[in-house]
């Protein structure tokens, strides 16, 4: 099994999170570091600080050598998904290749609504978002992209230069939907996310996602399958290992670690110390 952490940067500090994260850069068990695409604070007090996601990933870039870098996951109708694209090239440039593209339909009302940014119903969002893997994909690899859908138009559209990874950086879609999701998963996606469960939960949606790359003819062992391990409050790491061992048991790839906050890099060593034997 690998290993990774995320710090999400809300009701944080920017001093607290790089401190964390040049300190994980220095401990090999961990592959990457991520952060969250989300304008509000999340399950807590929504009127707290939030820094913004993509920016914060970039200069995490800046600050450490070798960690992977990635969001847990951009909510499609955050951006354009051309603007998207140049975004994720641009990083995976300036960082040396190290970008990981997370991806996801959205959920979020509150954020969606305030700001104007229209959601949709769950249809909506699946549409859109299968139209918008399109676009980024063409757009990654393509010299140019011509596209004409419900959402998005493109004509004879570019992005250059291209990122260093090739044939584009690793796309990680995050989302459980069976229908939908886990189908767009299967098409593609290199890395497929499980917000946090049961192993006998993640054990069901990775049965669904590789029966629908079955119906693509797509080999399933192409798709990294990762999960969320929640650090709790206790800060107890060997609690954290038990999980993502049980998890491991059903096929878990890459456990990332949710570090709480306050953000503090106390919490690495001894994490790394009880993950070890997993590795």
Not at 119 to 143: K, M, N, W, Y
Not at 151 to 157: N, P
Not at 192 to 213: I, M, S, Y
Request: charged share 20%.
């Amino acid at each position: 099994m690998r290993f990774a952490f995320k710090t999400s940067p809300q009701n944080t500090t920017w001093s607290d999170m790089l401190s964390v994260w040049q300190a994980a850069d220095d401990i090999e068990i961990f592959e990457s570091g991520w952060t969250f695409d989300h304008f509000y604070p999340i399950f807590s007090d929504s009127t707290g600080p939030c820094l913004e996601g993509w920016l914060t990933m970039t200069a995490l870039a800046q600050a450490t050598r070798r960690l992977r870098v990635g969001n847990l996951v951009t909510g499609i109708h955050h951006r354009h998904p051309a603007v998207l694209a140049n975004m994720a090239s641009t990083l995976d440039v300036i960082s040396g290749g190290r970008l990981e593209l997370g991806i996801g339909a959205g959920w979020n009302e509150e954020e969606s609504d305030a700001y104007g940014m229209e959601l949709g119903t769950p249809r909506e969002r699946s549409d859109r978002f299968e139209e918008a893997c399109e676009v980024l994909v063409g757009l990654l690899t393509q010299e140019t992209t011509t596209f004409s859908g419900t959402y998005y138009q493109l004509k004879d559209a570019r992005n250059e230069p291209k990122g260093v990874q090739r044939p584009h950086p690793p796309i990680c879609i995050g989302g459980a939907g069976e229908k939908r999701t886990l189908r767009t998963a299967a098409r593609f996606a290199q890395h497929w996310n499980f917000g946090g469960g049961t192993p006998e939960e993640f054990a069901h949606k990775r049965d669904v996602l590789h029966q629908h790359c079955a119906d693509i003819g797509r080999d399933p062992a192409e798709i990294t399958l990762s999960s969320h391990v929640w650090l709790g409050e206790d800060g107890d790491p060997q609690r954290v290992a038990e999980t993502a061992a049980a998890l491991g048991e059903q096929g878990l790839d890459l456990a990332i670690v949710y570090l709480p906050p306050p953000h503090t890099p106390t919490v690495l060593e001894p994490l790394a110390e009880a993950l070890a034997p997993l590795a």
